[in-house]
């Protein structure tokens, strides 16, 4: 600024120079047309004039060329560098900025799991104690229908043998539970005061948690604050780069003040020249001293006056720019000032925010100090309220157990009462009083007269008392024991009614199994008939095919191979009657005996003996099954109902599974006969007519056995090859339907 003030006063000297050299000419002009003589005085001061005018010129140009370079570098530099001064700081103010909102947020999601984890432990801590509340509540229920049961119970008589002794046991027993009971107060009395005291301890964790939710809503509070100083900063930011904008307008205002700075330039060489020409003239006019000035010097000294008079236009131009640049100056300083205000602005607001976060930090720490301290507090009261818990429970049982004996003790109470009254009655009655308190006098008067009558009577009374007292005792034990006894003979009615409907329904539930293993046997029967009938049919069919079939040519054949083929058809036969055999002891009825079948007679007699031997074992389980109720009855006399239940349910399964096992045994023998009859028909392929004249080869046999006995075989008919027959399937049984509906095979005969 003292720069561009120094640079005005210089062009306004120049401007009053050339205002004395513009007078000193018009002077010499008036001399001219007063046809004066300039003088050598004047010539030299105006050629000084002259000179002090080239040496300010120049001074001048020396100085605006310093204010330009200086204007310019100073200018841009200083405010490049301080508008990247403001932009670094700005910078750094929005990472502070973001720093302080991540730390703020932090702090935040903090506070939330803070209040999160301590509203969570409230919960639980009011679950606990509502729970613990649920159980005592149900455990005094509990306990006042234990109680209940235990007044009904002292109510009834009970089978109990005491004596005098007894009773000060009792008195004794009743004096100890008596100190118990107030131990027990004393106890209740402390469980009560802590538990007042884990009330304000919970109380205390209430504010603690009120607290942390204001602190947790100035964070919130701090965050909108943040918010907005995040605006600010943007709307900043904006102005910054608004004023870049303006600062390169500047800059492209200077380079044009720099171009019109080169044109002054050139201007003020035109004035040198121009000077030169005024101090050619003064030369030329010193030549011509005494002379008087022509025509075209006073046109040239017009001329000249013209040019000054346009030199100084061009200074008030000048002047007008230079005044123009003063006032962009300052609105530019003025705008620095704003920003560096708002600057400072923010740093103090980043210093608050520093030291408020600085404050939330500690305060955080504060706060997990805390809450550790209340987690460990809070362990310590669980730990606390378990082992109350546990003390409570136990005071519990010993209140009930005190109360069920002050209940004893209260019922022996009211009947010595009774007695005391009865005892007072008759004594009002003996002394003819009509009431209460007139039976102590006359008590007193009586006994003054008969004090030794009376220590005898006490004596000989107390003792009348005892034994009065025992034999109610004995009366009330008599009365008990005949109720035992009836309620014993009412169990006893119950239990053998209950075992009758037991044993009726196992007979029941037998009957019909029986029944249905009735009708399986049944059933079974039938198809043996049905079976047997196809059999026959088959050897009709057969017989009839052997009459139709043979020729003249294979008798010979027949009649040589008779033997063997009989042997083999009996070995058939035999399987099949074997299969037969598993399924009932109908088959002797159905079958009919032929000459041809005498093997299989002897073995269906085996087999009838094998099944005489299973009949002989069902008969057994039978006989078993009649000494069911007799034993059921023997172990149903137990006085438990659960040891009756368990013995039935033990004796039933037993039976249960001797008859499941027998089942199990006849479907296995029904089993094996299947497979190995099916074993065999599959070994016995059909014979086809051979191409050519070769024999057979068959097993010999020793000879031909007699009619009912089966002839000896060397062959094993296990190990023959099974054959591929859809009748002998082993996946076939003669429980499936299959099996009933099969209609009758074919049965081919080798022919030769």
Partial sequence: MAANFEG???????????????????????????SKIISEEKILGLQFQI????????????????????????????????VEEYLIQIQNLSSENQG?????????????????????????????????KN?????????????????EQLKKPQIQESNVQDISNYVREISQLKQKNANLASTIEKITDEQKILKDENSKLQIQINQFRKESDRATELTHHNGDLITENSRLIQQINQLKKDFDLLQVEKSNQSAKSVEYEIQIANLQSQILNLQNKLDSLKSEEGRKLSQDQIELYEQTLKQNEDLKQQIDELQIKFDEKDKNIQSYEEIREDLTKKINELIEQNSELRISVEVKDANTRKDRTQI????????????????????????QNEINNIHGQIEQLTAEKLSIKQESERFTSTVCSLLS???????????EATLEKLVSSIKLSEKSAALQSQVEFEQSKNSTLSRRIDELKAQLEEERSKTTRILDIQTDEVSIALKKQNQSLVSQNKNLQNEIDRLSQEILEKDANIEHLKITTISESTKQVLASSKSERLSNYEVHHQRTVEFLRTLSMTIERTLSPGPTNANRIHVIDNLADSLENVTISEQQVSEAFNNFGSLLFGEFMKPEISDLALSFKNRAQQYMDVITEKVDIMKEKLDKESLRIDLHFRGKSAITTPSTSTPIKRPPIYGRSPVGKSPKMRFDPHSMTPRNSPYFNKSRSPFSNSFINEEPVSVRIPMK
């Fill in 8 to 34: 005005e006063a210089k062009v306004r000297a120049f401007a009053s120079i050339a205002a004395e050299v513009e007078k000193e000419l018009r002077d010499v002009v008036s001399g001219q047309t007063g």
């Fill in 51 to 82: 000179e002090s005018q080239k040496r300010e010129i120049e001074f001048l140009k020396n100085q605006i060329e310093i204010l330009q370079e200086n204007s310019q570098s100073n200018l841009v530099f200083q405010e490049q560098n301080n």
């Fill in 100 to 132: 302080l909102v991540n730390t703020i947020e932090k702090n935040n999601a903090e506070y939330e799991n803070n209040i999160k984890n301590l509203t969570f432990e409230k919960q639980k801590l009011e679950e606990e104690l509502s729970n613990t």
């Fill in 135 to 151: 159980e005592f509540t149900s455990h005094i229920q509990t306990l006042e229908s234990e109680n209940m049961l235990l007044q």
């Fill in 372 to 395: 550790n301290i209340l987690n460990s507090n809070i362990s310590g009261l669980n730990k606390n309220v378990e082992s109350l818990e546990r003390q409570k429970t136990a005071l």
């Fill in 433 to 443: 009083c009509s009431e209460k308190k007139e039976v102590i006098p006359a008590l």
